[in-house]
């Protein structure tokens, strides 16, 4: 006799993709979502649980102590040292949280970050980040696809880029009262690649809600292109005709490029991007490892960049 177990799911149990996006969209318009969505309505504060489901994108690499990914950052606005983002950023203010999306789209909207939280489900991506800096990590990611926002404002056929725009809380943030970036932190990407699953907005990571060192209350993730591009802290995501100049073009447009494709076989103006140091596994003696073409990504992502030389777009 067929006896179940706990945890046992039958395959007349499993909601069909079309049935469950239909009852989703049902309940984002009655306003029923909040107690029927799988998400856990306390997943709102830094360290509570933000489990997401396997994806089939992640690398099967040994992941980064999350005592590293939490303690080695770049988050300028909040100091240039790696453990100034970790000291400075408990003063964020991640509650209420809007993100504005606009510009050259049929449908403009502001989304609240609990709505974004239910939006699509949860995926836990493990990616690789490589800083342009030279050292890298293996991160599990939570969040969803940039494509299930951008699908939802319509873009239009003028839209061409995409610009993703990090808040500025002056009183919170020490690092933006020096100039060496100019506030606030901006990237862009083509819409191609915005739009490409790749890409990713995080919500959370190791299972849990972001930390604010890490870009809390959500952050981009480009696993091909350097870290930069993945900028932190949402508050606005513009579709454009033209194509935005970033904060780091801004900054020193002859060593940060509109592209920032990981490759190896440019260098930056100051230093090699052949190898990379991985954070957490660095001895002496630990060799660097060999950078790859877009980041180890090229199967999913080199044909976006066909017929392009990718030595003048770097
Ligand atoms: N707003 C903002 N976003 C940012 C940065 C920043 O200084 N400000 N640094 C970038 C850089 S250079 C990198 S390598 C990654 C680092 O992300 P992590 O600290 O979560 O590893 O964030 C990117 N996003
Ligand atoms: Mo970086």
């Given amino acids: 006799m067929f006896v179940r177990k706990p945890g046992d799911v039958l395959p007349s149990e499993i909601t069909p993709e079309s049935v469950w996006q239909s009852r989703r969209e049902w309940m984002l318009r009655t ?15 830094e360290g509570d649980a933000l489990p997401g489901r396997a994806s089939p994108f992640s690398v099967m690499e040994k992941q980064t102590p999350i005592k590293d990914v939490t303690t080695y950052n770049n988050y ?11 000291a400075n950023a408990g003063k964020l203010q991640v509650r209420p949280w809007t993100v504005k999306v606009e510009g050259e789209v049929e449908k403009p909207a502001t989304f609240d970050i609990d709505t974004l939280l239910k939006l699509a489900p949860m995926e836990d991506r493990v990616y690789r980040l490589r800083c342009v800096e030279g050292w890298s990590m293996v991160i599990p990611w939570v969040g969803y696809s940039v494509a299930e926002v951008l699908k939802q404002v319509q873009p239009t056929s003028k839209a061409k880029y995409v610009e993703f725009v990090s808040v500025v809380q002056r009183e919170n943030m020490p690092g933006v009262r020096s100039a060496v970036l100019d506030w606030p932190y901006v990237e862009a990407l083509r ?17 849990k809600v972001l930390p604010k060192q890490n870009g809390a209350p959500l952050r981009l993730a480009v696993p091909w292109k350097y870290g930069f591009k993945s900028a932190k802290s949402l508050v606005a995501i513009r579709l454009v005709e033209k194509q935005p100049v970033s904060s780091w073009m801004k900054a020193a447009p002859q060593e940060y490029g509109f592209y920032a494709n990981v490759n190896p076989d440019v260098p930056h103006p100051r ?3 052949a190898t990379e140091r991985r954070i957490g596994e660095d001895g002496l ?4 490892r060999k950078t790859l073409a877009f980041n180890g990504y090229a199967d999913q ?3 976006l960049y066909q017929g392009m030389d990718l030595k003048a777009n770097y």
């Fill in 301 to 303: 992502v080199a044909s």
């Fill in 191 to 207: 819409i191609d690649e915005a739009m490409h699953p790749l890409t990713m907005l995080v919500f959370g990571l190791y299972g």
């Fill in 285 to 288: 003696f630990t060799p660097k």
């Fill in 271 to 273: 230093w090699s991007q």
């Fill in 31 to 45: 306003g029923a979502a909040a107690a029927a969505l799988s998400l856990p309505a306390w997943a709102r504060a």
């Fill in 76 to 86: 300028y606005e909040f100091g240039l040292d790696k453990s100034d983002p970790a």
